[in-house]
Nanobody, 121 residues
Framework: QVQLVESGGGLVQPGGSLRLSCAAS????????MGWSRQAPGKERELVAA???????NYADSVKGRFTISRDNAKNTVTLQMNSLKPEDTAVYYC???????????????WGQGTQVIVSS
């Protein structure tokens, strides 16, 4: 009953910027942590950035200082601003959210379908 839809991926030159957005919809009472992960061909999926409902953030060492995660609790959205992009940032980026469906139920994790980011000259 919850869907996450990513947008904003594409092709960008090294040193360029992209902003990824993710919107959650469906049966949502509230959302705990939200985050972005990525997976390059032949590599394991890795967590890139996460943000709590209170706004605390955490980043992978490889993107610190370059990426910024933010959220809008009223709109159930999360964004990832990516600056100074490098070829090694090329991957499919996935949005995820830990969703509460009621005031009493345990939360569940959801993932979007992913959006492709290619950093190349």
């Amino acid at each position: 009953q919850v869907q996450l839809v990513e947008s904003g991926g594409g092709l960008v030159q090294p040193g360029g910027s992209l902003r990824l957005s993710c919107a959650a919809s469906g049966s949502i009472f509230g959302i705990n942590d939200m985050g972005w992960s990525r997976q390059a061909p032949g590599k394991e999926r890795e967590l890139v950035a996460a943000i709590t409902s209170g706004g605390s953030t955490n980043y992978a060492d490889s993107v610190k200082g370059r990426f910024t995660i933010s959220r809008d609790n009223a709109k159930n959205t999360v964004t990832l601003q990516m600056n100074s992009l490098k070829p090694e940032d090329t991957a499919v980026y996935y949005c995820n959210a830990n969703v509460r469906h009621s005031s009493w139920s345990l939360p569940r994790d959801y993932w979007g379908q992913g959006t492709q980011v290619i950093v190349s000259s």
